[in-house]
């Protein structure tokens, strides 16, 4: 049976931060407890002072300690771990989260913007701390080692794929003219 109480004291005097990401940008979605109120803003990809900046400033509007702790979740995607290890670095205590295993409406329309998924991911890192954890599933972060190997890994498949597309465009071109050339 999944414990749905909210556990007060685990989600007291913490700062909660959702982080959408994208190639250009970060939107960081923010809260200090559920019915509070929620502040956003947008930051460049690993640009640390800028991520701490808004850090301090959003712990000072929302009256907590400078040192309350930070917790936040991204979905697991194409950036892979760096902004964990990023993350991190700057004294964040950071979750990385299967897209795969958040709930979704199956049967209904629903929008689909970085402002709604912050917020949606927002609840759900709520939820998480304050006991319910079995309502999506948590990413084991691979060392910098493995993470490298795999891209390696990644990238000759990549090579192969494109050398293979490459070859089959010079065969379709060369048999064309070839074509072209009986006809004539």
């Not at 250009?24 to 930051?43: F, K, Q």
């Not at 301090?56 to 771990?81: H, I, N, Q």
């Not at 759900?124 to 080692?145: A, I, Q, T, Y």
Request: proline share 3%.
């Amino acid at each position: 049976m999944t414990n749905t109480t909210h556990q007060a004291k685990s989600t007291a005097a913490a700062l909660y931060v959702a982080c959408e990401l994208s190639a250009n940008e970060w939107l960081l979605t923010m809260s200090r407890a559920t019915d509070a109120p929620r502040r956003r803003a947008r930051v460049r990809p690993g640009d640390r002072m800028a991520v701490e900046r808004v850090l301090a400033e959003t712990k000072r509007r929302m009256g907590l300690a400078a040192d309350a702790p930070v917790r936040s979740c991204y979905e697991a995607g194409r950036d892979g771990f760096w902004p964990h290890r990023f993350l991190t670095a700057v004294g964040v205590r950071n979750l990385v989260v299967d897209s795969s295993s958040i709930e979704v409406p199956r049967r209904a329309r629903r929008a689909k913007t970085d402002r709604l998924d912050g917020e949606k991911l927002l609840r759900l890192l709520l939820r998480h701390w304050g006991g319910e954890r079995d309502m999506w599933h948590v990413v084991h972060v691979p060392s910098r080692e493995v993470e490298d190997a795999r891209h390696a890994s990644r990238g000759l498949t990549t090579l192969q794929a494109e050398r293979t597309r490459y070859r089959n465009r010079i065969h379709r071109s060369a048999g064309a003219a070839r074509g072209a050339a009986a006809a004539a």
